[in-house]
Every structure is written in C-alpha cells, then in structure tokens.
C-alpha cells in the first residue's frame, strides 16, 4: 500500500472538480453544500497533518451546529452537536452531545490529502456522488472525560462542555482494544454503563430497557433518546485516472480527484429524563 501512495507522489495536489489552486498557507477549505430539504449549508473543513486529523463543521437549518473531528491515527470518530434548548419549555439555552464511534479505515481521504484539497469555485453548490444511507449506533456508555485519553486525545478539548453527554458503544470500544492491542477492561476506567445496559465487563444478565422517549408522555421518566446527524458532503475517498507512462505503451495511475459521500448517523442513548429529549415525539 505504502509503495502504491509514493507511485502517486508526482500528482500530489489533489484537484477538487480538476481545478488546482497552489495556496498552501489557507488550510480551511470552505464547501457550500446542498442538503436534502435544499437549503444550502456551509461546510468549513480543515486538517493537521501533524495530529493526523480532520475536523469538520457545519451549522443545521435549524441552528444545530455539528463539529466532526476525526482521529485517524486511533480509528476514533467524534460527533459533537450543540443543540439550541427550547426556553420555553424550560430547557436550558443549549445542550452539548457528544458521540464517541469507530472510524472505518478509508472512509474519508487521510489528513495530508485534505490538506492538499483546494478548490477553484468557492461558492459552487455541492452535492455528493453517493449516498451511504445511515448507521445506526446504540450507545452503552457515558465515557468519562478525565480518562478518555485512552480512546482518543482529543475527546477530553473536543467534548468538553460535553461532561456528561459523552457517548460510546461497547461494540467500538472492542475494535479500538483490538487494534491498540490492549485488553477490553483496560478501557473500564473510561465508561460508566447506562443504568439500563448490562455490564458487559462482568458478563451479567442483560440489563432492563428504558422505553423509548417517543413512548412515554412523562417529562422526568429516564428513556432512549434519538439522535440523528448528516454529513452532508464529504470526501470519501480518492479517484484514480489512467494516463500514458514514461515508457512506451505503459499506463500509470494517478490521483486524479476526490469521491464524495453523504452518510447519516442515526444514535440512540439513555437519558435521564424525557425532559432532555424533547426532539423525539
Ligand atoms: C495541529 O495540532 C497541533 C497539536 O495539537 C497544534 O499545535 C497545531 O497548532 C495544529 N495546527 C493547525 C494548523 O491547526
Ligand atoms: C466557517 O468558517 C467561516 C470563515 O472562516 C466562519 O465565518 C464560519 O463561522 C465558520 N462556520 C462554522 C459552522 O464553523
Ligand atoms: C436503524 O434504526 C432505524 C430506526 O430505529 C430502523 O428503522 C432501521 O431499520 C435501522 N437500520 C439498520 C441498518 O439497522
């Protein structure tokens, strides 16, 4: 693989929509995207090369505004929103969520590659190639933010007005164990099980279910509350071209632009009170 990415080292500008824009010092690009109610959404997109992560961010029509970073070097994927609350139904003025998930290798272009993502038109309207429809992740733990360095360092500064709302699946936490190659219970210390989950460090029965919140009609019963975030445009992966090589009659390869994916998360997780999931009804 490694010897495959130096082969195409000679086109190391990757060109968004084939225009190429040599302005290294800017490293935010900024993507006008269509979503599908049609409203036009900007997406501000940025790398560091040095940490090996993409952050990117976007404000929903309804003023959700949602903060992906994306920790390639631990497999680890952030999904922070800030909720504005509804003050008249006594909500405080904002609700900040934090959802911890595995990151598929190869399901967004590296960092260094983002870096190099230029685009000539700026206030073209985007729209992805493909659609990725939606994943589901049900949620099992609160992580712990003092401790969460273990799942990934930028947990504790990304979510951090996110104390309590910092969500993980035990699913996940297996595949980050297996592949730091670290013992499962090594990532105890870091969560805190729902009071509905069973306690998949123990091997105990299965825990009871809340109800979903959509089921239930009192405010300060616990429930599980629905969370659903679109990426709405991302790039996905890489695009390749043929073209003549040195030598006669060869054909080489080369980057040669960007995929782009639309994915949905849907999330689901325990609340204390119906009260904190006013959205699901
Ligand atoms: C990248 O991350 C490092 C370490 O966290 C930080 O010092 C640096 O300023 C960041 N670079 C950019 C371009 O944000
Ligand atoms: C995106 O970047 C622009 C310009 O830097 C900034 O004005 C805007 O607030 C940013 N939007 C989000 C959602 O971060
Ligand atoms: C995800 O959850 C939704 C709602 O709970 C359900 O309708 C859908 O079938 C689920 N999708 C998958 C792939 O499990």
Redesign the pocket.
Known sequence: MRDKRNFFVLVNVLLLHLCLLVDITDT?L?INVRNQGGDVV?E?ISANITDDTVTL???RSDGT?VTQLIDFRNEVQILKSLILGEEERGQSQYQVLCFIFHFPKESFISSDAMAKLRQKNPSAIRLPEEDLGRSNHSMDYVVLLKHSGIISPHIADACAEAGLATYTLHEDVVKWATAQGLPVMSYKPALKKFPTTPDRFSNDADGESAPACTDIKNMWTPCRCHLELCIGWYPCGLKYCKGKGHARNSVMSYRCGIKTCRVCHLFDYYVSQKQQCLWDE
Do not use: G, R, S
Request: hydrophobic share 40%; proline share 0%; net charge negative.
């Open positions: 935010q900024v900007q501000n961010e976007f404000q505004l």
